[in-house]
């Protein structure tokens, strides 16, 4: 028989037992939502990949089926596979895209009778899933397109044009600009020879008789002639139609097998990420952070990064109290601090903590573009260039930090903190406050730049440059690099299919100098240091650094050898 301490204790081990199961079926849910995000995060992202690439990579990582059908179809779209896309759309009656696809295809009648199309029906019931039909702007396209002038006004006419503010008209059911309708109307006017649309376009289209004179001139010397092939011609067109064998061959790049392995190996990948965030909550141990934030970024694209990082956060329940591991975190690569600003400043003002220069510097940049500016008129007029500021981070955090120490900072973040509310943790950006603060910042830089550019030239570096591509004709050599997985740093001179990053190492980088920062930016620039090493190691990337006092040419010849006696490329 158990004595009532056994008994305790094996209460409390199966007790344990259940929470680790409950704990081990949780995060197996957890990396199966993070898939199938992935997947849908991959599909819908712009630039990064072409759609083919996209294709391959969800085929062979078995997610092409889960993501949405409209994700699916407008990757096929977008890749040429017209035949394939077609079926999927009739489902939802797209006629729009059913005819894009049809005139891809060279089907002109098809397409027609396919943008004729009236109201859809889907289920038994009328609605206007898209466009109530007929689509107006592609028959005027195709109208256009064989030089049916008399048609194409006829079609302007029944859109019943709307205006709508200066620029702007109700067309056909929608929003669109109203100048390509005027330059049409006119151009047509003056291919058919017959102005009577110029009575009614003043009521169509808000303009007076003297605007329409000008334009009626201008077309009649042909001025509109490139604006209205552009209508008559969509976009899609460019892309030449293909099948979905030649897409899939199209898209294994190495880029596409990156990512493939990437996510056959996300459920190992986020585990160790996990467990490497939760072990430096306790130790503080930087490696262990470092790996990763390289895992969360490493691939590249800003999108996924940000699907992980959700997921990460989901399962991190520790964030959703205020604490220095948070800052540390949001302040530990730029794309963190980007996608965590707004948690970062709440953080601060929770903790009664002033921003470091580094975050100062993030929040200007990001200010300097900001998407909370309501007052268009002046946007253009109040948008700041920062991208030479942005280039040498080590000066400008120098700057900033200058500033702060003035007492300037203070200043502004205790009337940032006086206007926020701690218990609702808004959104400090939208504050006037703020916005104060991140204005003084810029003007503080802008101002250091126009002071102290001259004094910083950087011509050490370029000269280094310079050299390496005369000793290595050849090779693909980028100059400031700035791979995703080492911002918000950059490298001097890189090599990536030699593997070798070379950075020229001025007198800051070891010891103390005014415009750097003096004794506080030297150990900065010596923490930035060592944390590019243990990245640059993560990476498999040799770091060559350069002192200010070498012989440069010498050290140069030295890994260009280097570089030639590595076989081929990595």
């Given at each position: 028989?158990?004595t ?7 209460l409390?081990g ?11 079926k949780s ?5 199966d939502?993070l ?14 990949l ?42 939802f ?8 696809a ?39 396209a ?35 600009a ?12 003056w291919?058919?020879?017959?102005a ?61 097998n990156k990512i493939?392995a ?21 130790s ?14 490493y691939l590249g ?12 956060r989901?399962?991190?329940?520790a ?9 540390d975190?949001?302040v ?25 220069p ?8 990001q ?21 030479q500021?942005r280039s ?6 120098a700057v ?13 973040w ?25 204005d ?5 830089l802008?101002?250091?730049?126009a ?8 011509k050490a570096?370029?000269?280094?440059y ?10 693909l050599?980028?100059r400031?690099?700035?791979?995703s997985?080492l ?26 100098i005014?415009?750097?920062g ?12 060592e944390r ?29 050898g ?9």
């Amino acid at each position: 028989m158990m004595t009532p301490d056994e008994l305790q204790e094996a209460l409390k081990g199966i007790v344990e037992t259940e929470r680790a199961d409950r704990e081990v079926k949780s995060l197996a849910r957890s990396i199966d939502t993070l898939r199938g995000d992935l997947a849908s995060s991959l599909a819908r992202t712009n630039g990064w990949l072409s759609p083919a690439e996209k294709i391959a990579v969800l085929h062979r990582t078995s997610s092409w089926e889960t993501i949405r059908s409209r994700e699916r179809v407008d990757l096929l779209m977008a890749a040429g596979c017209y035949r394939e896309a077609i079926p999927i759309f009739e489902t939802f009656s797209h006629w729009r895209k059913i005819g894009d696809a049809q005139l891809a295809l060279g089907d002109v009648d098809a397409a027609r009778s396919s943008y004729e199309r009236g109201e859809n029906k889907v289920a038994g019931k009328e609605y206007a899933a898209f466009r109530a039909g007929p689509d107006l702007d592609r028959l005027i396209a195709l109208a256009v397109r064989r030089g049916d002038w008399r048609t194409t006004l006829d079609l302007v006419r029944q859109g019943q044009p709307d205006p709508l503010g200066k620029s702007d008209v109700i067309f056909g059911g929608g929003n669109r600009a109203k100048g390509p309708l005027v330059k049409l109307c006119a151009h047509a006017s003056w291919k058919l020879g017959d102005a009577s649309i110029l009575a009614d376009m003043p009521r169509l289209f808000a303009m007076t008789e003297s605007e329409l004179k000008v334009i009626f001139a201008n077309a009649a010397s042909g001025a509109f002639e490139r604006d209205v092939t552009k209508l008559a011609n969509p976009g899609l067109l460019k892309v030449k139609p293909s099948t979905s064998g030649d897409v899939l061959r199209e898209g294994a790049t190495p880029l596409s097998n990156k990512i493939v392995a990437f996510l056959n190996d996300v459920d190992a990948g986020y585990r160790k990420a996990l467990a490497d965030i939760r072990s430096w909550q306790k130790s503080g141990v930087a490696s262990e952070l470092d790996r990763a934030i390289y895992w969360l970024t490493y691939l590249g694209s800003y999108d996924l990064f940000q699907t992980l990082l959700f997921r990460l956060r989901c399962d991190l329940d520790a964030w959703i109290d205020p604490r220095p591991t948070n800052i540390d975190f949001y302040v530990s690569h730029a794309w963190l601090t980007r996608a965590c600003i707004r948690e970062l400043l709440s953080d601060l003002i929770s903790g009664q903590n002033e921003p470091s220069p580094a975050v100062l510097l993030s929040c200007a940049i990001q200010h300097s573009a900001s998407p909370f500016e309501l007052d268009f008129e002046k946007l253009d007029a109040k948008a700041r260039n920062m991208e030479q500021i942005r280039s040498q981070p080590t000066w400008a955090e120098a700057v900033v930090a200058r500033w702060a120490s003035e007492g300037c900072l203070t200043k502004h973040w205790t009337k940032v903190c006086a206007t926020t509310d701690p218990n609702t943790r808004s959104d400090p950006r939208r504050l006037p406050a703020y916005g104060a603060l991140c204005d003084e910042v810029i003007d503080v830089l802008e101002a250091a730049w126009a002071r102290d550019f001259n004094e910083v030239r950087w011509k050490a570096e370029e000269a280094a440059y310079l050299t390496l591509k005369l000793l290595l004709p050849d090779a693909l050599i980028e100059r400031h690099a700035r791979p995703s997985w080492l911002s918000p740093q950059h490298l001097d001179i890189f090599l990536p299919e030699h593997g070798i990053a070379i950075e020229y190492q001025g007198e800051q980088h070891y010891y103390p100098i005014d415009i750097f920062g003096g004794e506080a930016g030297f150990a900065a620039t010596v923490e930035r240091d060592e944390r590019k090493r243990r990245i640059c190691k993560l990476a498999g990337i040799t770091l060559e650094c350069i002192r200010y006092d070498e012989p440069v040419d010498d050290r140069l010849r030295q890994i260009a050898g280097s570089c030639r006696s590595k076989a081929g490329v990595r």
